[in-house]
């Protein structure tokens, strides 16, 4: 079974860092765009916004909210994504989603494959 699986939120104060791990497991194949997306306190699922993204060969795009903040990587090797949170605020706190566009096991393809969520709270 295809699955992501997120770890690392927390409370933190602002200012302070975070670092979110997502982990693919059930395959191997890399060849995607993976990403987080985060729903804030309040709004519905598919309202998330879009934080950052990662093409298989490293292309990144980064929400204007997170610019300078955030850095996403991914290792392809340790099917591994992770997004590094630093100079946090109090309007980062939400629930972080790991995404796959596409992946890919024993001849089917599975679209928009979502982790469970992990929750980030930044205190004032």
């Known amino acids: 079974q295809v699955q992501l699986v997120e770890s690392g939120g927390g409370l933190v104060q602002t200012g302070g860092s975070l670092r979110l791990s997502c982990v693919v497991s059930g395959t191997t194949w890399s060849d995607n765009i993976m990403g987080w997306f985060r729903q804030a306190p309040g709004k519905e699922r598919d309202q998330s916004e879009k934080v950052a993204t990662i093409s298989n060969r490293g292309t990144t795009h980064y929400a204007d909210s997170v610019k300078g903040r955030f850095t996403i990587s991914r290792d392809n090797a340790k099917n591994t994504m992770s997004l590094q949170m630093d100079s946090l605020k109090p309007e980062d706190t939400a629930v972080y989603y790991c995404?796959?566009?596409?992946?890919?096991?024993?001849?089917?393809?599975?679209?928009?494959?979502w982790g469970q969520g992990t929750q980030v709270t930044v205190s004032s």
């Open positions: 995404h796959a566009d596409v992946m890919y096991y024993k001849g089917t393809y599975y679209y928009g494959v």
